[in-house]
Nanobody
Framework: QVQLVESGGGFVQAGGSLRLSCAAS????????IAWFRQAQGKELEWVGS???????YYAASVRGRFTISRENTKNTVHLHMNRLQPEDTAVYSC?????????????????WGQGTEVTVSS
């Protein structure tokens, strides 16, 4: 059984940083595309970025230059490094995994999902 578990969420002031982690079990993580999505209260799920099995990262325009995705295959873990956080980054952040995905931002393309970790950025 594949499980994804996010950690690292919390409260931070605007301009601060957080690092989220997504730990996988039950599968070979290294050959999966891993994505981060977020959902703010009352809003739809939004793609944040993805990292390919070759560690190539891809980002949504709203976070490019502030967020970085990296992977530690030996630990079956992917990190989302978030810098210069703003109140509009407040959301529940979830990771998702798939072996193949046609469109990185398409939620339907990801088979496995974590429960999410909450990030709150105060102004």
């Amino acid at each position: 059984q594949v499980q994804l578990v996010e950690s690292g969420g919390g409260f931070v002031q605007a301009g601060g940083s957080l690092r989220l982690s997504c730990a996988a079990s039950g599968t070979t993580f290294s050959d999966h595309v891993i994505a981060w999505f977020r959902q703010a209260q009352g809003k739809e799920l939004e793609w944040v970025g993805s990292i390919g099995s070759d560690s190539s990262p891809y980002y949504a325009a709203s976070v490019r230059g502030r967020f970085t995705i990296s992977r530690e295959n030996t630990k079956n873990t992917v990190h989302l490094h978030m810098n210069r956080l703003q109140p509009e980054d407040t959301a529940v952040y979830s990771c998702a995994a798939a072996k193949f995905v046609l469109r990185l931002a398409d939620t339907q393309g990801y088979k496995y999902w974590g429960q999410g970790t909450e990030v709150t950025v105060s102004s």
